[in-house]
């Protein structure tokens, strides 16, 4: 069974100051996801939603050690605001049921781990 992580962008300001109508009806689009993906055989092994960027932390290490900057390291509209983290075996029915959650805040990108990747 291959592990897949879903990454989700989208613009963090434009979310903080949406209604509470629209924030719920991305919810049931998301729980509607998650159970067509158990439906089907996919496996949610983790994810969650991102606190906005803002709330972030950007660690560099030098030879003078290690330096901690506050807020997010690029600034842009779009940003990572969640994951999950998919076990499948059905890659082409994971990716049509990724499709859901693509909608007017971009594409969503799916990737294998690592693990995943490097296999025979």
């Known amino acids: 069974m291959g592990e897949y992580v879903i990454l989700l962008p989208g613009d963090e300001d434009a979310w903080e100051q949406s209604s509470r109508e629209r924030r719920e009806a991305v919810y ?8 067509l993906l158990e439906e089907r055989g996919h496996v949610v ?7 906005h960027s803002r709330r972030s932390w950007v660690v ?11 807020g997010p390291y690029a600034e842009s509209a779009e940003q990572l605001t969640g994951f999950y983290l998919v076990r499948s075996d059905d890659l082409d029915g994971l990716l049509q049921l990724a ?15 690592a693990a995943e990747a490097s296999a025979p």
């Open 28 to 35: 049931a689009v998301h729980r509607e996801f998650v159970r």
């Open 45 to 51: 092994t983790g994810g969650a939603e991102l606190a």
């Open 60 to 70: 560099r290490a030098s030879a003078d050690g290690v330096a901690v900057t506050e």
């Open 99 to 113: 499709g859901m959650l693509a909608d007017g805040d971009g594409p969503v990108e799916v990737r294998p781990t």
